[in-house]
């Protein structure tokens, strides 16, 4: 009896023991590796490193995995459009109000700390993707010397370099004082640096970068950067940083050896028919996507998706990023197809408020052809009864509350019924097409150069410049075609003046016949064309601000535009503290080291 | 021989210890009696039970077997004592054998509890270990067992919403980590971690215990230190000598919401009518016409909405007059009505019928033992078509054979559930949150019986909520699990028992729904898509353990051996796929290429493992003088080599006073026990695998069409996750000291805990500066959390003459959470995430965690003067006036600071019972104090935000230049700067609840002859509330949101964003046994 128990108590001794030392001595037991991820050493590797490179690109616009709403877009229609005088937020009261906060200039309003703090996670995102290709690439080529060849290498590290240059400017232009950071810093809480310690190493790696990019893009591929991107970036970075003559010299060289040209067409410029995408005109563009397999239609242009009109057009929705009166009313023409505003006469009345002299807000409703229009006003803004591209023409139907935001609806961003190039998939697929977005295009360059000419005095290759811009835009107006070749129909040139009457709008532009000599005109009608030029194209807050005319231009901006669209009553006035954006309080709190904070707040934030 | 040495080896050892109080006085031999000592109610035989010569220090112990023999005068007197036990006397008479039946104690419960791999006398436990009245606990009819613990527990939180088979949220004793803090669940000795218990049956319950401190958890030692529930379910009767016992409970009942938007949100189009031309007129604006028309005679439109081609007419205000009905169609030229006040809240909720059955068999023989049982619930949604349905089978045998026992216990089940159920966390996006978005003014239907909505301008971003619901009703999902283990058990004499046990989860959730075109909107879709989910997990459990039991005179001993090793792992795939090319034929919504275009597909999955070995020594003296001691080592698969393993000790001690021969005698107290326990516990419930850095790409995130081919993408990747190989376990050190009373013969019980809990290297993904890019940052072992607190309960049963009797008990607690340290040189983090661009929740050292955020409101702006100096940051007479906390003449995001608090000062549940005759009636309150609620519906229903409907009283509460003393600041459709996220939002948080209230009677067993005993009751739950909450529950359960290092939902306690509201509950059931 004792010795059965036993056994039994021995056999389950041995059991437990068994059982226990099996599991124990399986010391695989507890390794378990991450299931469903790439590790390090999976990527150590060209593709890796080419990977990694185009994850960089990937970051110029949104995604849903990025920061925060609208603030991610490539356009920065939330930053540089509608803050300006170019255009209100739309839609109506409530949807996405912190744009509303930073169109009236409530900077500092809870909400807000928000979109600030999106634009802030996606340019760094964008840096460290470009630094973390920066350091793959190191590894791959210590590790295997023979797997990337030397010009390619020098091609990805320049493409990198230009990015990470790219995303700081993007940062500097909000705040100014920012950190810059680079591929071996391991510190993420660097204090910022001063605005002009920003620019000098932004201008650093553009420098590396033209020296080891290639002179076309690497593999043929048009999305890519080459020495001659970076070369005209750094001189878009030198006029902000108001190194007039480097800029110059940069620029010159840039338009007189460059490959860069304008489109022959401004309605070639922003379009969806990939016969006209990544033209001579193109510097740096997002190069967006539909119907490639995703299925949310994220590689669309994301970050416009709200910007389309509403619900009575094809798109449906959502009304956001409405062009203002204001804007409107400054594509009027005089008699020589030239804007009033430049006239001294008309410096004021070209927006005369209603109740006054107010009939050019009146007058631009299709069929009212009191006053000549610049033909880029149609490819600019939807108007009720002109057609929208290839689309039929507006009607109130497509605007969602006009007594909030008024009548107009955005148009470069909409692709063109023709084209194809919409999304079949997603939340909006209406709302999402292939249309890319302008970082940065040579028109863009062309007229900071003509600054720069003014600045050094040469007001003649100015006014030439300008000129050029403006021939080019006599190419086509908005016509009532329905394919690529019929959407614009060409002006009729009779001497400096090119015109065209359609039943919705006579169309008219002229050339400065007369030579410019006095610098403060010459500068006047630089800016005046690149308004005209670049409107709705999220610049114009930035341009404003360079000038030093933001808070002049703004407070009277405001002051009429409200009579119109009474929601900017609620306005606070432009003040010395909008110089710069607020930086995201959230990333002052996380900047923590101790007791410090190593990111100090923009004054009077 | 060796029999021999092991009882001697383990006498001299225990001598040794208590050598001082070993000896008891002899006394003069008479006769020997003995005999065995059962409970009256349940027949079991008592081990334990204390037997003394009355009048004398001469006494025993029974043994397992509930023997007992000792010598006693032939004419003298026996006491029979035991806690949870009524104390009986006997006179011995001559008799050589007297059998004992004793009758349970009315305010403890179980004798032998199960605490950890072993059972225990209630009366031995020296932790914190509360068990469930479950009596009481089942008077609630809710699908969980765990939200039917709601008042039960001393200490414990239980949070769940009202819809249909939602999850529920428990808390042990506060909140310890930034992650995860569910309790760590036993079911029939396997380890679950996992909140969602729905799929277990409550009615399948036998006892559930609540393991509250370390020295009493820790033997669960890795997943511990939130705190142990263990569930028992019901067995077979094997050796009871009933040989079967078929038990039938049927019940139904009706639930409705306790209160609903419809009790304070404007139900009348033209009081909103002159909300909106204050909105406007106070703001400078023009008012909006097109709806109400003239503001000054506003009137409800004939049309909210016509086509413009079908507009034949329009009045003064452009408001459509006539419209030609035949230009309807659907989707494109929709035509709706103006409604003159619709209800929304009645439109989507309403009464829901409850439906329950259980049946089950039980029995055994002297070897064998059984229990089947079945189970179909089905519970009606409150909301428009959602329903939940569970039905479950459940298994359990066992057979002795010889010495060894082995055994299963399987449970089968099935939930369903329609039209998305669990509306715990939906924010605006929800049926809820669309409910108060509409306006009254906008119909139902259109004219043509379509849904309609808020398609015109001002009627804000309107999806109808009914509409919604409908929306939902093809989204089904079916969660199947297989649960349970085998054993064996080998006693092998000599006191120690072997069991193996191997227990397993498996289960497989699947989804499928569709959704339609919505074109009624003010932002309509027309598209159509379909979505189809499969997740499957594989949990498995064994554990193999040594248990030795020495009983020896006044001494004992119990030890416990073990080997444990889990395994977890899960996969899941989703697709989806748009545009339908028959979106109306049911039979057409499968994803594939000719049905619809756009396929998306994706799949993912997690594996972990755990190995353990524990040990678990419990001595006690003459059940006078306590000790034990644990030690647990836990390796953990989520950490590095090397930081694998963990090891948690505890120790418990207590001292019975009672037993003192200065209390031994008091007339008062039956037992009085004091304990102290200390022990540490683990935690490491992170996700899988983050230890290395993790890379990854998302076609729409880091792939570009880098060839500007406008319709490709190339592969892109970047970093997702920063991997940390030195994070290790979390430590939770806790220590609690506890009494535990009964008083007056057991009549009458008091138990307190006392108790501090300390975690350290907490485990954490200390969010990173933007600056450091989007990847996940990396987990490490930052951070202190402390809670201190106290538990109690205190019970009566008394009776008031020949069969009536009537019992009370209250139970409360109260703790403190303070975050004590961060990551180095963080003093803060924000909440995980934001509502509508603005942060309401901050986690600060010093204060609770979840603290809410913002600026401190002061009233209002009552004249310009008091307004201008903060007129740039947006100021004006009639606005919320806040505090310029930093003084730099603006109001800023950096004038926010802690403005209140989620956690409780105190909460606790009373329960009452009276019993006369066949008739019993119970009751149980529950109540929560000092807890306060951000109320996040002021976004919609006081600042209009979208233009949603709004409370009735702004109209009449609302400043103005004349009534300053106001609830609401002054109205204004351009104030922005209100609406900043305030102390304004924060409210009290404090309710009474009558959770239920039940009367039964049990019919004589001859009234139906073939029903040998039935019950029949009626109950309500939720029958009323007492609170100053605004809004419309203030019983909130916090959010499921799930951060990239977790689960994160006690960061967001106690914010309403709009839950789906408790259920008042009317039920009538009948239980009957034959």
């Known amino acids: 009896m004792n010795t059965r128990i036993r056994n039994r108590l021995l056999r389950g001794t041995a059991l437990v023991v068994l059982v226990a030392g099996v599991a124990y001595a399986c010391k695989d037991f507890l390794d378990v590796p991450p299931q469903g991820t790439l590790n390090e050493a999976t990527l150590a590797n060209k593709a890796g490193v080419e990977g990694s490179l185009l994850a960089a690109y990937r970051e110029m616009d949104c995604n849903y995995g990025s920061g925060g709403d609208w603030s991610c877009a490539a356009s920065n229609w939330v930053w540089g459009s509608v803050p300006s005088d170019d255009a209100h937020k739309g839609s109506n009261s409530g949807d996405q109000q912190p744009i509303y906060d930073f169109e009236t200039y409530q900077w500092g309003v809870g909400e807000a700390d928000a979109y600030l703090n999106g634009k802030w996670i996606t340019v760094y995102e964008g840096v460290v993707r470009a630094n973390a290709t920066l350091n793959l690439l190191d590894k791959v080529r210590a590790a295997s010397p023979g797997e990337i060849s030397d010009a390619h290498a020098n091609g990805i590290r320049g493409e990198a370099i230009f990015l990470r240059a790219h995303y700081h400017f993007e940062a500097y232009r909000m705040w100014g004082s920012v950190p810059y950071y680079r591929a071996t810093d391991t510190d993420f809480r660097k204090p910022n640096e001063a605005p002009s310690a920003v620019l000098a190493d932004i201008l650093v790696d553009l420098d590396s970068a033209i020296a080891l990019l290639p002179a076309t893009p690497r593999n043929g591929d048009k999305g890519r950067v080459t020495s001659w991107t970076a070369k005209a970036y750094k001189g878009r970075v030198q006029a902000y940083g108001g190194d007039w003559p480097g800029a110059l010299t940069t620029l010159r060289e840039v338009k007189a050896t460059g490959p860069f040209g304008l489109q022959d067409s401004f309605n070639h410029v922003w379009t969806g028919f990939t016969a006209y995408e990544n033209g001579p005109e193109t510097i740096l563009a997002y190069q967006a996507s539909v119907n490639d397999g995703e299925p949310n239609g994220e590689n669309s242009n994301f970050g416009e998706r709200l910007n389309f009109p509403y619900s009575g057009s094809h798109f449906g929705c959502c009304g956001f990023h409405q062009p203002t009166q204001n804007l409107v009313n400054f594509f009027a023409v005089n008699d020589s197809g030239l804007p009033p505003v430049i006239t001294a006469a008309d410096t004021t009345a070209w927006n005369a408020p209603c109740g006054g002299a107010c009939s050019r807000d009146t007058n631009f409703v299709a069929g009212d052809k009191t006053w000549a229009v610049d033909p880029r006003l149609d490819w600019t803004v939807g108007r009720f009864g002109v057609p929208y591209k290839d689309w039929p023409a507006p009607d109130p139907s497509w605007v969602r509350d006009a007594s909030y935001s008024g009548p107009y609806s955005p148009k470069k961003n909409a692709h063109e019924s023709a084209s194809g190039s919409e999304s079949a998939v997603g939340w909006v697929p209406t709302q999402t097409n292939g249309v890319n977005i302008h970082l940065f295009r040579y028109a863009d360059m062309l007229l900071i150069l003509a600054e720069a000419e003014v600045e050094a005095g040469v007001l003649e290759n100015a006014r030439a410049i300008v000129n050029q811009i403006r021939t080019r835009a006599a190419a086509a107006a908005q016509g009532p075609g329905t394919d690529a070749a019929s959407i614009g129909v060409p002006l009729t040139q009779a001497g400096s003046v090119y015109s065209l009457s359609e039943p919705w709008a006579d169309y008219k532009i002229g050339l400065y016949t007369t030579p410019w000599t006095d610098p403060a005109f010459a500068r006047h009608a630089v800016r005046v064309e690149r308004r005209l030029e670049l409107a709705m194209e999220g610049q114009r807050f930035f341009d404003l601000r360079r000038w030093g005319a933001a808070a002049q231009v703004l407070n009277d901006y405001v002051a009429i535009e409200k009579l119109r669209t009474p929601m900017l009553t609620g306005a606070v006035s432009f003040a010395a503290r909008h110089a710069w954006y607020p930086i995201p309080a959230i990333q002052i709190d996380l900047s923590r080291v101790g007791t410090e904070e190593r990111l100090v707040q923009n004054p009077g934030w | ?1074």
């Open chain 2, 1 to 1074: 021989m060796e029999k021999k040495t092991i009882r001697v080896l383990a006498t001299v050892g225990v001598s040794l210890l208590f050598a001082l109080t070993l000896y008891g006085t002899a006394q003069a031999q008479e006769t020997q009696v003995s005999g065995t000592v059962t409970s009256a109610a349940t027949g079991e035989k008592l081990w334990g039970v204390t037997v003394r010569v009355k009048g004398t220090r001469t006494q025993t112990v029974t043994d397992q077997q509930g023997k007992y023999a000792l010598e006693a005068p032939s004419d003298g007197v026996l006491t029979y004592t035991m806690i949870g036990f009524r104390g009986t006397e006997q006179s011995v008479g001559g008799r050589s054998t007297i059998d004992v039946a004793m009758e349970q104690s009315p305010t403890m419960l179980q004798e032998v509890v199960v605490t950890g791999y072993t059972s225990q006398r209630r009366a031995d436990i020296t932790g914190a270990v509360s068990s469930v009245n479950l009596d009481n606990a089942n008077k609630q009819t809710s699908a969980s067992v765990l939200q039917r613990l709601d008042g039960q527990v001393p200490g414990v939180t239980v949070e769940a919403g009202g819809s249909p088979a939602s999850r529920t949220t428990v808390r042990i004793r506060g909140i310890s980590s930034f992650q995860n803090n569910d309790p760590l669940y036993i079911v029939d000795g396997a380890p679950l971690q996992d909140t969602y218990l729905n799929w277990l049956n409550p009615d399948d319950i036998e006892s559930v215990e609540v393991l509250k401190d370390a020295s009493a958890a820790s033997i669960y030692g890795s997943r511990a230190s939130n705190g142990v529930i263990l569930i028992q379910t019901k067995r077979g009767g094997g050796g009871t000598g009933v040989a079967r016992r078929v038990t039938l409970d049927v019940r139904t009942g009706v639930a409705s919401p306790v209160k609903g938007y419809d009790s304070f949100l404007m139900l009348n189009s033209l009081d909103y009518a002159e909300y909106t031309r204050l909105e406007y007129e106070n703001a400078g604006l023009p008012v909006p016409t097109n709806i109400y028309g003239d503001p000054n005679n506003p009137t409800v439109p004939l049309y909210t909405y016509a086509d413009p081609s079908t507009i034949t007419s329009v009045d003064a205000w452009g408001r459509p007059a006539t419209v030609n009905d035949a230009g309807y169609s659907y989707p494109n030229a929709l035509i709706m009505p103006g409604s003159a006040g619709t209800n929304w809240w009645k439109a989507v909720f309403s009464p829901a019928l409850q439906r329950a059955a259980n049946l089950s068999v039980a029995g055994g023989g002297a070897d064998n033992a059984y229990l089947v049982s079945f189970n179909y619930l089905n519970q009606e949604g409150t909301a428009a078509f959602t329903r939940y349905q569970r039905g479950g089978v459940r298994v359990n045998t066992a057979f002795t054979l010889d010495r060894v026992r082995v055994g299963e216990n399987i449970s089968v089940s099935r939930e369903y559930n329609q039209g998305n159920v669990d509306y715990n966390n939906v924010a605006e996006g929800g049926i809820l949150g669309k409910n108060i978005v509409s306006q009254p003014v906008i119909p139902i239907y259109d004219i043509a019986g379509n849904y309609a909505g808020g398609k015109a301008t001002t009627l804000g971003n309107n999806n109808n909520p009914l509409r919604d619901a409908w929306a939902a009703k093809d989204n089904v999902g079916t969660n199947d699990r297989v649960f349970g283990n085998v054993f064996a058990t080998l006693d092998a004499s000599h006191g120690a028992t072997l069991t193996t046990r191997f227990g397993f989860n498996f289960g497989q959730n699947l989804g499928h729904g569709y959704s339609p075109i919505n074109p009624a909107v003010a932002e309509p879709t027309f598209n159509t898509s379909i979505y189809e989910n499969e997740y499957s997990f594989t949990q498995w459990t064994w554990s193999n353990t040594l248990n030795y039991v020495r009983s020896m005179d006044r001494h004992r001993l119990t030890l416990l051996l073990g080997q444990e090793a889990s395994k977890n792992s899960d996969r899941g795939a989703s697709a989806g796929c748009a545009s339908l090319v028959a979106p109306d034929l049911l039979s057409s919504r499968y994803i594939q290429d000719a049905l619809c275009s756009s396929k998306n597909v994706s799949s993912s999955g997690s594996a972990s493992a755990l190995l353990s070995f524990f040990g678990k020594v419990d001595y006690n003296f003459d059940d006078r003088y306590y000790l034990n001691a644990t030690v647990r080592r836990d390796g953990s698969s989520n950490f590095a080599l090397g930081n694998q393993w963990g090891t948690f000790p505890a120790i418990g001690a207590a001292w019975r006073l009672s037993r003192e021969s200065f209390l031994a005698n008091n007339s008062f107290i039956t037992n009085l026990m004091l304990r102290f326990g200390w022990g540490k516990t683990g935690n490491q419930q992170i996700p899988a695998g983050r230890v290395v850095a993790q890379f990854g790409g998302d076609k729409g995130a880091t792939f570009y069409d880098i060839g500007g081919t406008n319709t490709s993408v190339q592969t892109g990747y970047r970093q997702i996750a920063l991997g940390n190989p030195n994070m290790k376990w979390e430590e939770n050190r806790t220590i609690n000291g506890g009494m535990d009373l009964s008083f007056l013969d057991g009549r009458g019980s008091f138990t307190l805990d006392v108790y501090q809990r300390n975690t350290n290297d907490l485990l954490f993904d200390p969010r990173l500066p933007g600056t450091a890019g989007t990847a996940s940052p990396a987990i490490s072992n930052v951070g202190k959390m402390k809670n201190t607190g106290f538990d109690f309960s205190i019970g009566y049963q008394g009776s008031l003459g020949a069969g009536t009797s009537w019992s009370a008990s209250f139970n409360g607690g109260h703790y403190k959470n303070e975050i004590v340290e961060i990551a180095s040189g963080q003093n803060c983090f924000l909440g995980p995430a934001s509502l509508r661009q603005q942060d309401a929740v901050i986690n600060c050292v010093g204060d609770p965690i979840g603290s809410f955020y913002g600026l401190v409101a002061d009233g209002y702006y009552n004249s310009d003067a008091e307004a201008a100096p903060f007129a740039s940051s947006g100021a004006k007479v009639g606005r919320i006036r806040f505090m310029d906390l930093n003084g730099d003449g603006q109001i800023t995001n950096a004038d926010r600071t802690v403005i209140g608090s989620p956690h409780p000062d105190f909460s606790g549940g009373l329960n009452l019972g009276l019993r006369h005759g066949n008739w019993d009636l119970s009751a149980t309150v529950f109540g929560t104090f000092g807890n306060q609620i951000f109320n996040a519906q002021k976004y919609w229903y006081v600042f209009g935000y979208f233009a949603t409907n709004v409370r009735k009283d702004l109209l009449t509460d609302s400043w103005t230049p004349t009534h300053t003393n106001a609830k609401y600041p002054k109205i204004d459709v351009s104030d922005v700067y209100s609406r900043q996220f305030s102390s304004y939002w924060v409210e009290n948080g404090s309710y009474v609840r009558l959770r239920s209230l039940q009367i039964g009677y049990n019919l004589p067993p001859a009234l139906v002859r073939w029903i040998p005993a039935a019950r029949v009751y009626v109950q309500a739950e939720n029958l009323f509330t007492i609170t100053g909450y605004s809004g419309n529950d203030p019983a909130l359960p916090p959010p499921v949101v799930s951060g990239a290092a977790g689960d994160i939902r006690d960061q967001y306690r106690g914010v309403d964003q709009g839950t789906y509201p408790s259920n008042r509950t009317i039920t009538i059931g009948i239980t009957t046994t034959f």
